[in-house]
Structure formats: structure tokens, C-alpha cells
């Protein structure tokens, strides 16, 4: 399944549900573009696979695609490694080195987890992507880039901002062209494509072959709410492929009573 989106390969193109659908025709009216994007969605629904359509459907798509978690760099370093710093800004730094933004000059950044950004920073961020300008840690000298700006966050920054967690005016920038990824559970029309798609690639990597996946099997995995989505969705099947003694899927033992209480189905 190619769903017209190119070269973009495994779970990023596996869906018919209508959401999903919605989201990929989105993508395609957007990639032309170099309008700063900001995806929304719960932990695990694929914000940075969808960042990663974005990029490659471009015309930067030659660029680099840097990517950088704003949540996972503790807050007097990741100025750093957003802009660079000069040899001698501060101890440890011993050489120049180049921040992202300079990294994915005439491509993409993909700035995961924005919500967690300090809000110290939040006008320096601001600066750069309205100016396409900065400056590295201990140094006067501006630098200029030429970058297109993808953002992603499982939180509300619109209650953010109105708690003051977050600047208004970053807010506005960032949410040029908003995507909402729906959650797994909105999309129960492309779980068995997921679980199939999941199967074949860890029964593949194991040397394991998997040739059944039972309607019991199946159902319940379609009906389990999957609070973690796609992420935890493909992790289970890792468990279940390990675990399976034959070539029939199984759900594991420990899981089994959970994965077999089926909740009423929303709709698709």
C-alpha cells in the first residue's frame, strides 16, 4: 500500500480509515510547502512518522531531516543543541559545534515534544523562525538558515498558553498549519493491517514464521483500547511473536485476560 506518498515506507502509509485518511490527503496539500506545522496528537500515534512524510514529500526532501526532542535534553543544554555554542561558552565546551538549526539548513527540523520547551527559550525559538536567524552560545555573530520548522506535542498548548506555560505568540507560529493524529482506537478499521504489517516484520527479523493470526486473536486485538496506540501496539506483537510456540500468533499468557476483555466498539 503506497497511498501516493512516495518513498515513505512502513507504518507511515498503513491505513483506510477515514481519520488517517484525512491526515495523508492533508499531508500531500502541505508538503509543497515551507509553512511551519505543528502535529498534535496522544503519545505513540507516529507524530515524528507524519514529520517524516512531510520532509519527504518536499522539495527538501535532498536536506537533511534533523530531528531533536525537547523533552529529553535537560534545559541549560538544549539552547546548545538548538543553536551551537562556541569553544569557551561554558565549561565542558570545548570545541564550536553546530546546533540543529544549523544542521538542517535547506531541510527540515522536527522539534518532538515542543510543550516541554523552557519557556526561557520560547523567544529565542520564536526569533528563529520568524527570522531565520540566530546566534550560537558565546558568540555575536548571526546566523543565517534556510529551514522549515515541523513541531510535535501530545499536550494542549492552547491550555498551556492560558496557563502561562507556554508564549501566545510562539503558540500562534508554530500552529501555521495544525495536524491532529488520531488515536489508535478511532482507528479500528487499520488495526488489522497494523497487527499484519507487525507480524510480517518481527516473524521476518526473528526467522520465526507466522502464517495464522486467529479471528479470536485478531478480534481482541482490534477492540483493546490501546492507551499507548501504535507504539504499544507494535511492541505487543513483538511479545507475541516471541512468544507464539508455533507458527499460529498468540496472545501471550499474561496478557490474555486483559487483551480478551473487549470493551464496546467506537466507531471507526
Keep these: 500500500m503506497n497511498n501516493n506518498l512516495g518513498t515513505v515506507t512502513d507504518e507511515e502509509i498503513i491505513g483506510l480509515s477515514p481519520r488517517f485518511q484525512q491526515v495523508l490527503a492533508l499531508v500531500r496539500m502541505i508538503a509543497k510547502s515551507d509553512s511551519v506545522t505543528l502535529i498534535q496528537g496522544e503519545t505513540g500515534t507516529g507524530k515524528e512518522v507524519i514529520a517524516s512524510v512531510i520532509h519527504n514529500q518536499s522539495s527538501r526532501r535532498e536536506g537533511p531531516f534533523v530531528k531533536l526532542n525537547c523533552a529529553a535534553i535537560p534545559g541549560p543544554l538544549l539552547e546548545s543543541e538548538l543553536f551551537g555554542h562556541e569553544r569557551g561558552a561554558f565549561t565542558g565546551a570545548c570545541v564550536q559545534t553546530k546546533g540543529r538549526f544549523q544542521m538542517a539548513d535547506r531541510g ?4 518532538d515534544e515542543i510543550g ?27 546566523i543565517r538558515v534556510n529551514v522549515r520548522v515541523v513541531a510535535a506535542t501530545n499536550q494542549d498548548l492552547s491550555r498551556l498558553v492560558a496557563n502561562k506555560q507556554f508564549r501566545a505568540d510562539l503558540y500562534y507560529r508554530l500552529n501555521v498549519i495544525p495536524i491532529d493524529l488520531p488515536p489508535l482506537r478511532e482507528r479500528l478499521q487499520d488495526i488489522p493491517l497494523l497487527v499484519e504489517y507487525f507480524v510480517k516484520k518481527f516473524s521476518t527479523r526473528m526467522k520465526k514464521p507466522i502464517d495464522e493470526i486467529p479471528v479470536d486473536v485478531m478480534n481482541a486485538l482490534k477492540f483493546h483500547d490501546w492507551p499507548g496506540n ?34 464496546s466498539a467506537p466507531s471507526a
Design 108 to 111: 527540515t527540523l522536527f522539534l
Design 230 to 263: 501504535i507504539r504499544e501496539l507494535q511492541n505487543f506483537i513483538e511479545r507475541a511473536v516471541v512468544l507464539s510456540p508455533e507458527s499460529v500468533l498468540r496472545l501471550p499468557l499474561m496478557d490474555l485476560k486483559q487483551m480478551t476483555k473487549q470493551p
Design 116 to 142: 516541554d520547551l523552557p519557556l526561557e527559550l520560547q523567544p529565542k525559538l520564536l526569533r528563529a523562525l520568524q527570522e531565520q536567524e540566530f546566534e550560537r552560545l558565546g558568540s555575536g555573530q548571526t
